[in-house]
C-alpha cells in the first residue's frame, strides 16, 4: 500500500491550488480517503473525507465552500481542490486511508499561503 501525494506549493491568498493522492496497492473507491493537515506547532487535523459508499463528502468547517475532495477511479487517485486560500491554510497536507484497522498515510505535500 503506497500513498504518494503532489500538488502542494507556495500560493498567494484568494489563489487555487489542486492537491493529488496517487494510491497503489488497493483501490480508492473501496474505502474512505481523507485529508489531513499539520500545521507548525499543532495537532494534524481532519481536513476532508470521500467516503466509499455514494461517494458522499464531508469537511471541516474552517475550509467548508472553499475545499473539494474528489476522486478519479481510473486513476486511482484522491484529489483535493483548494480555492480562496488563506494564510491560515499553511500547513503540510497528508492523504490518508485505513485499511484492516491500520492506518496508512502519505508523505505529506507543503502548502503555503503567503504573499
Known amino acids: 500500500v503506497q500513498l504518494v501525494e503532489s500538488g502542494g506549493g507556495l500560493v498567494q491568498p484568494g489563489g487555487s491550488l489542486r492537491l493529488s493522492c496517487a494510491a497503489s496497492?488497493?483501490?480508492?473507491?473501496?474505502?474512505?480517503m481523507r485529508w489531513y493537515r499539520q500545521a507548525p506547532g499543532k495537532e494534524r487535523e481532519l481536513v476532508a473525507a470521500?467516503?466509499?459508499?455514494?461517494?458522499?463528502?464531508n469537511y471541516a468547517d474552517s475550509v467548508k465552500g472553499r475545499f473539494t475532495i474528489s476522486r478519479d477511479n481510473a486513476k486511482n487517485t484522491v484529489y483535493l481542490q483548494m480555492n480562496s486560500l488563506k494564510p491560515e491554510d499553511t500547513a503540510v497536507y497528508y492523504c490518508?486511508?485505513?485499511?484492516?484497522?491500520?492506518?496508512?498515510w502519505g508523505q505529506g505535500t507543503q502548502v503555503t499561503v503567503s504573499s
Open positions: 470521500i467516503f466509499s459508499v455514494g461517494s458522499s463528502t
Open positions: 490518508n486511508t485505513v485499511l484492516w484497522g491500520r492506518d496508512y
Open positions: 496497492g488497493f483501490t480508492v473507491s473501496s474505502y474512505v
